[in-house]
T-cell receptor
Framework: AQKITQTQPGMFVQEKEAVTLDCTYDTSDPSYGLFWYKQPSSGEMIFLIYQGSYDQQNATEGRYSLNFQKARKSANLVISASQLGDSAMYFCAMRDYTDKLIFGTGTRLQVFP | DSGVTQTPKHLITATGQRVTLRCSPRSGDLSVYWYQQSLDQGLQFLIQYYNGEERAKGNILERFSAQQFPDLHSELNLSSLELGDSALYFC??????????????FGNGTRLTVT
């Protein structure tokens, strides 16, 4: 069965430091996409970055990168040079042959000065 | 701005009532998804429509129903509301381009409070 696991309920990071948010997944489908979303306190869901199951290189989008380790079924989000505005909930999600997106339980990131 | 529009932003109603949530997908997107986000259940997939037809069902209660109209906007109907239905309801859309490698784009959500 498809499953996304985020084991860190909360993370703290100092401004300008890098932080890694963990995500593991499970699916029997060889074709899938992995996504990260940010949910600020205002509530909207903001798409950040994605990785396809056949992609050879890790995805990057500005300060966000996705550390994709297929054999370990992990897709960790790395945020470099954290900013105060990065404080939010972060969700890892997967889309496979079922077409829908399934989400992990999220990690609350707090960036302090 | 994701391009997905949800109305209303907030809804406060009483138990036993019925409400309708509306969603306009991004221009050109044929698929619409509804999700419920509550504190105890997290983000739960409710239902998906593709070009007017129901494509997949998730954890949607029988008291809830949805439809997608010819102009591709979608409505989620919630009836006989209970306190536990209080949640943030999201609509999302996606195109037909790259399948599983395409992200879903979310609206800002409708926050439903049942009193």
């Amino acid at each position: 069965a498809q499953k996304i696991t985020q084991t860190q309920p909360g993370m703290f990071v100092q401004e300008k430091e890098a932080v890694t948010l963990d995500c593991t997944y499970d699916t029997s489908d060889p074709s899938y996409g992995l996504f990260w979303y940010k949910q600020p306190s205002s509530g909207e869901m903001i798409f950040l970055i994605y990785q396809g199951s056949y992609d050879q290189q890790n995805a990057t989008e500005g300060r966000y990168s996705l550390n994709f380790q297929k054999a370990r079924k992990s897709a960790n989000l790395v945020i470099s040079a954290s900013q105060l505005g990065d404080s939010a909930m972060y969700f890892c999600a997967m889309r496979d042959y079922t077409d829908k997106l399934i989400f992990g339980t999220g990690t609350r990131l707090q960036v302090f000065p | 701005d994701s391009g997905v529009t949800q109305t209303p932003k907030h809804l406060i109603t009483a138990t036993g009532q019925r409400v309708t949530l509306r969603c306009s997908p991004r221009s050109g997107d044929l698929s619409v998804y509804w999700y419920q986000q509550s504190l105890d259940q997290g983000l739960q997939f409710l239902i998906q429509y593709y070009n007017g037809e129901e494509r997949a069902k998730g954890n949607i209660l029988e008291r809830f129903s949805a439809q997608q109209f010819p102009d591709l906007h979608s409505e989620l109907n919630l009836s006989s509301l209970e306190l536990g239905d209080s949640a943030l309801y999201f609509c999302a859309s996606s195109g037909t381009g790259t399948g599983v490698y395409s992200p879903l784009h979310f609206g800002n959500g409708t926050r439903l409070t049942v009193t």
